[in-house]
C-alpha cells in the first residue's frame, strides 16, 4: 500500500533563516505531487503541484518554492522565512486524472518566530 | 478560477442528530468532489467523494449529494457522534486538472 512521509513532523525557525521541507511517497510510481499550506484555524491553501521529476507548477506567488529531484519526492524551500510563512504544510499525492483520489501526509507544523 | 464557497463555518449539533454541510462551486467543468475530514492537530483524511455522474454516494452514517444544475453538494451525517467532531473540506476539481480547489471549513461539534 501508498504511505506517505514528511519531515520534520515539527520546525522552528527564526525570520530570514532558510527552509527545507521534504516529502516522499513510497508505493507508488509517478504520483502527483503537492504542497498545501494551512495557517491557524484556516483553509487549505495549494502551493505548488507537479506531475514528474522536474515539473512544477506554482499557484501562488511568494518567497517559497519547490523541487521533484525523484520521482517520489517532493521539496519545499525558501530562501528567507517570513513570519507570515508559519502554518501546517502538507504533501498530498494522487495517482493520475482518472483516479482523483487525492491523499495527505502527516504535515509539518512550522513556527517562524 | 475555481471557487469553492462552504457553508456554514461552525456547526453544533447534539448527539444523535443529523447534521449537513453545504458547499457551492463555479465552474462547470468541475466533475470531482471529494470530502475530508481534520481532527485537530492531524492531517486531512478522505471520507466520501462523489463524481459528476452520480446524484447520491452513501457509506454508513455519511452521504454526499450532488447537484450540477445548481453547482452545490452537500455532506451529510445522521446520529451523529462525539467522534465526529472535527473540521470537514469540501473541494472540487476541474476536468484535466489535478489539483483540488478546497471550501473554508465548517468546525463541527457533537454535544454529547
Known amino acids: 500500500s501508498q504511505t506517505i512521509h514528511q519531515w520534520p513532523a515539527t520546525l522552528v525557525q527564526p525570520v530570514g533563516s532558510p527552509l527545507s521541507l521534504e516529502c516522499t511517497v513510497e508505493?507508488?510510481?509517478?504520483?502527483?505531487l503537492y504542497w498545501y499550506r494551512q495557517a491557524a484555524g484556516r483553509g487549505l491553501q495549494l502551493l505548488f503541484y507537479?506531475?514528474?521529476?522536474?515539473?512544477i507548477s506554482s499557484e501562488v506567488p511568494q518567497n517559497l518554492s519547490a523541487s521533484r529531484p525523484q520521482d517520489r519526492q517532493f521539496i519545499l524551500s525558501s530562501k528567507k522565512l517570513l513570519l507570515s510563512d508559519s502554518g501546517f504544510y502538507l504533501c498530498?499525492?494522487?495517482?493520475?486524472?482518472?483516479?482523483?483520489?487525492?491523499?495527505f501526509g502527516p504535515g509539518t507544523r512550522l513556527t517562524v518566530t | 478560477g475555481e471557487n469553492v464557497e462552504q457553508h456554514p463555518s461552525t456547526l453544533s449539533v447534539q448527539e444523535g442528530d443529523s447534521a449537513v454541510i453545504k458547499c457551492t462551486y463555479s465552474d462547470s467543468a468541475s466533475n470531482y468532489f471529494p470530502w475530508y475530514k481534520q481532527e485537530l492537530g492531524k492531517r486531512p483524511q478522505l471520507i466520501i467523494d462523489i463524481r459528476s455522474n452520480v446524484g447520491e454516494k452513501k457509506d454508513q452514517r455519511i452521504a454526499v449529494t450532488l447537484n450540477k444544475t445548481a453547482k452545490h453538494f452537500s455532506l451529510h451525517i445522521t446520529e451523529t457522534q462525539p467522534e465526529d467532531s472535527a473540521v470537514y473540506f469540501c473541494?472540487?476539481?476541474?476536468?484535466?486538472?489535478?489539483?483540488?480547489?478546497f471550501g473554508s471549513g465548517t468546525r463541527l461539534q457533537v454535544q454529547p
Open positions: 508505493g507508488t510510481s509517478n504520483p502527483n
Open positions: 473541494a472540487a476539481r476541474r476536468t484535466g486538472r489535478r489539483a483540488l480547489t
Open positions: 498530498a499525492w494522487s495517482v493520475d486524472t482518472g483516479t482523483p483520489e487525492q491523499y
Open positions: 507537479s506531475v514528474g521529476i522536474g515539473q
